[in-house]
């Protein structure tokens, strides 16, 4: 075929009790939470080239010079969502790809919702999918949107990405070309017909065969992934057939981006908490929330909001703001009974951690104060303040942060704000400080929070 093929078997996998099971699904979805928004092309920042400020301390240095307008280079961009990219796949050719069972599940996030950029992502998997005649394997479908609103972003990046997937071609007329044995294989760029410009390529590595389809509609950057890898007779999966998935999806999800939508609703865990809830707790400015979802065997929700202090001053005058992120965990465990498991298991790791006078190294080290139990809120309750350090960087300064933690029932809650809470202003004025993390006054804020929450979700 002139394109990598063929398919691996992924090792075994070992088993335990089911309390750890559960345990261990349930941090490394938490770790794919967070890393998710971080990772990939998609999830990359795009805009001026601008450095943000440290969370909770932004500082303007402005010359006081009018700055040139961009209102002429601004492109409205449409609203959508993690849900709503799920939705733009029908559920029969969906399943088709990715059947749902007890190891499978879907995440959506929309990390970004702003008018200058939107982001979101939908993707599916199965571990163990009977993939038919009896055999097993895994399969994954990601779908990922992107946009700015700068006029002419989407051509430039799209131009730039294509160029870094042409170079890393190492596979021609089914030989390897780059004098390797090992490492993944990719394959030639395949030109295609959707959206305004549109290329395929394939690859094959540890974690199987896949196919990634590129299409670039109008301010949009698109990508869908489809692959995986079979436990027995791997001949069973081959690229023409991954190319076809891929290009299935992409077509529909091209068209979705092609037309207009209705404004986006917030839903499920995110919309218990309303914005004026987290201005009225913390902050004025507030920005969010960004939303990542996972319905695996333990159904998790991760919100996340900014939230600042603005600060008056004159053209030119130097301030810093006070400020920080917000972020609320949900995890469902299906009972009330594993809740309360996992809930005090929680508690004797934070008890844990500063027995033995906090974890991590001589590179970045987090210490934490005693646990406090905070009785009337919720099945139960505790705080716990965290401070982390990089000893080698001396002149970086510590970043604390406030974490509370409410049994709901069937679900636990964790409510975390990492930020300052005091000082900030304009830098010459009298009396002025630098911002500060005052642990009493994040404390207030998050207990301000957690309750109206954790009954939202019962």
């Not at 990922?144 to 890393?168: C, I, L, W, Y």
């Not at 790791?349 to 974890?359: L, N, S, T």
Request: charged share 25%.
């Amino acid at each position: 075929m002139g394109e990598p093929g063929g398919g691996w078997r992924p090792p075994p996998r070992g088993g335990g009790g089911k309390k750890a099971l559960i345990a261990v699904i349930a941090g490394l979805a938490v770790i794919m939470l967070v890393a998710v928004a971080a990772a990939g092309w998609w999830f990359l920042r795009a805009g001026d080239g601008g450095r943000e400020a440290a969370p909770g301390r932004t500082t303007n240095r402005s010359s006081g010079k009018p700055k040139p307008s961009r209102s002429a280079a601004a492109v409205k961009l449409r609203p959508i969502s993690g849900d709503q990219l799920c939705a733009a796949v029908p559920g029969a050719l969906r399943e088709s790809l990715v059947a749902d069972g007890k190891y499978g599940g879907r995440d959506a996030a929309t990390p970004s919702a702003t008018a200058e950029e939107k982001r979101a992502s939908c993707s599916w998997r199965n571990s163990k999918m009977d993939v038919g005649n009896g055999v097993i394997g895994h399969r994954v479908l990601t779908v990922a949107v992107r946009a700015t609103a700068t006029a002419g972003h989407a051509e430039s990046r799209f131009a730039q990405d294509k160029e870094t997937h042409r170079r890393r071609v190492n596979v021609r007329d089914g030989k390897r070309v780059d004098g390797r044995t090992t490492g993944s294989a990719f394959g030639d760029l395949r030109e295609l017909r959707y959206g305004d410009e549109s290329y395929s390529q394939s690859s094959a590595g540890r974690t199987g065969l896949k196919a990634a389809v590129f299409v670039r509609q109008g301010p949009w950057l698109i990508q869908i992934e489809y692959g995986g890898s079979n436990r027995t007779r791997p001949e069973l999966l081959t690229g023409d057939a991954v190319r076809a998935a891929a290009g299935k999806v992409a077509a529909l999800v091209t068209a979705e981006m092609a037309r207009d939508a209705g404004e986006v609703k917030v839903t499920g865990p995110c919309a218990v908490l309303a914005v004026d809830d987290v201005r009225a707790a913390l902050f004025p400015e507030v920005s969010g929330p960004s939303v990542k979802s996972t319905d695996g065997r333990v159904p998790q929700t991760v919100c996340a909001w900014t939230v600042r202090e603005p600060v008056e001053h004159e053209p030119g005058q130097e301030y810093t703001a006070r400020g920080g992120s917000l972020n609320a965990h949900v995890a469902d465990w299906g009972s009330a009974a594993q809740a309360a498991y996992q809930f005090d298991r929680n508690a004797k790791k934070y008890d844990r951690y500063r027995a033995k006078g906090g974890i991590g190294d001589d590179r970045i080290r987090t210490t934490y104060e005693a646990r406090e139990r905070l009785p009337g809120l919720g099945d139960g309750a505790f705080a716990v303040v965290s401070t982390t350090v990089r000893p080698g960087r001396a002149d970086e300064p510590p970043r604390s942060e406030i974490l509370v933690e409410v049994l709901a029932g069937a679900k636990t809650v964790e409510l975390t704000y990492r930020g300052t809470t005091t000082g900030g202003g304009v830098v010459t004025a009298q009396g002025y400080k630098e911002p500060a993390f005052e642990a009493a006054v994040a404390r207030d804020a998050l207990l301000k929070l957690a309750k109206p929450f954790a009954d939202g979700l019962r």
